[in-house]
C-alpha cells in the first residue's frame, strides 16, 4: 500500500463509513487487522488512481488499484 501511494500521480480514495464497518462482524475486523495483505488487498479496492471531484462521480464505473470494478451511484460529501 505504501508503495502505491508513494508513487506518482492522482488518487481518489472512497473511505467506508462507520456504519460499513459496524456491519461486519468484530472477529473479522480483528482478523483482517492481524492480516496485512488481505487487509491491503481490501484497501486497494477502495483506491482509483486518478483524481476525481464529487460532480463527475454519480453514477461512473471505475477500476481500483486492486483491480476492482466498482460503480458509484451516490456521493455523500461529509
Do not use: C, W, Y
Not at 508503495?3 to 473511505?15: D, E, K, M
Not at 488512481?49 to 488499484?65: I, Q
Amino acid at each position: 500500500m505504501t508503495q502505491l501511494l508513494n508513487s506518482t500521480g492522482s488518487f481518489t480514495i472512497f473511505a467506508p463509513t462507520d456504519d460499513a464497518f459496524d456491519q461486519l462482524p468484530r472477529q473479522a475486523v480483528n482478523e483482517l487487522i492481524d492480516d496485512t495483505k488481505a487487509l491491503e488487498n481490501i484497501l486497494t479496492k477502495h483506491v482509483v488512481t486518478r483524481s476525481l471531484l464529487s460532480p463527475s462521480l454519480t453514477f461512473v464505473d471505475l477500476v481500483t488499484a486492486g483491480k476492482a470494478k466498482i460503480k458509484v451511484s451516490k456521493v455523500k460529501i461529509l
